[in-house]
């Protein structure tokens, strides 16, 4: 398929197969794609092949990028203008990928543990090293408890802990600066939807915004010292930034968003992403793309304008989908209209087009 606009609508019945496009193009992003599939169950039903293959051609400005992606023997493999790369974290030096999706509603009221996963892909597009510091801290966790339970070598210990000390400290400073470039998007842009607050907190932190960050990364490691017996007790790290709890409430009412009308959430959702959309815009050098799956059958008619409005203001690739023709109107034939029938896509023209 070859799209000759930066918003590209799929539309049909439910089970057409439009969200598998949208998929198709989430599998570009360094992670398990928006239905976070295993990848067996990507594999088409029915067939004898057990694998697949995508390909996308990325342009910006006269450049072009040729990405690709497929799982011999189920396991990934990515390769950027025909040459593999070592890692799928590759391709977001070429695009950075948003969704929107149904699974996303509960958002503010699901596990603390699937908010500071949305968060952080979120930080994960303004600062390219803060999925690797994730991942960092969670080994040399990981590495600490081995040592606690089998080697009890203290001299190690306090080497990792100070290790885990350095990673905590750039998480929560890669997130501060963040929600910082939220609150300045949300006060240079206008928007009809509601803008929520933000803030982090717990242990890590309060012992970053009372201490100098030599003192910090004492503290941090002191504390994690003290909590060896308590740790090694309950088998985890009870202090780190995998504890870290973002808190999302309403500006003017101060309620919590899980306390918020499901309206108002979805509201702080689409605000959110549209934010960050901005502000991958203005740094990054990869070409920001949304993906937003059966969101306009969710707003009136007049959010929906307000949408489609604003994702022209900020003019990214976005590729949305919905069950009528009829929800893109607002686009006013700006958009790209293709009809999905049991998983074929056909060009639509409309009558006002």
Known sequence: MSFSSKFVVFFGQNGAGKTNILEAISLFASDRGLRKAPISDLNTINTQSGSWNLELVVKKGEYRSFLSTHAPLGRRIAKIDNSVVNSLSKFEDEIWLL????????????????????????????????????????????????????????????????????????????????????????????????????????????????????????????????????????????????????????????????????????????????AALRIYKDMRTGVPILLLDDLMVHLDKTRRQDLIDELISIDAQTFLTGTDAELFAGFSGAAQMYHVNNSICELYFSNKT
């Open 99 to 274: 969704w929107v999706i149904p699974a996303m509603d509960n958002i503010f009221i699901d596990a603390m543990s699937e908010r500071r996963s949305f968060f952080d892909h979120l930080v994960s597009g303004y600062e390219k090293r803060h999925k690797h510091s994730l991942k960092k801290l969670n080994l040399l966790q990981k590495e600490r408890l081995h040592i606690i339970f089998n080697r009890k070598d203290e001299n190690w210990l306090d080497a990792v802990e100070k290790k885990i000390a350095e990673e905590n400290i750039e998480l929560t400073k890669n997130r501060l600066n963040f929600i910082s470039l939220l609150e300045d998007t949300f006060d240079n842009y206008p928007s009809k939807f509601l803008r929520p607050k933000i803030k982090i907190s717990g242990t890590i932190e309060q012992i970053y915004e009372n201490n100098s960050e030599e003192n910090a990364l004492l503290e941090i490691a002191l504390a994690l010292k003290k909590s060896r017996y308590e740790d090694a007790e309950k088998q985890t790290t009870s202090i780190g930034a995998q504890k870290t709890f973002w808190e999302v409430y309403h500006e003017k009412s101060g309620f919590e968003a899980a306390n918020c009308s499901t309206g108002e959430q979805k509201a702080f959702l689409i605000s959110l992403v549209l």
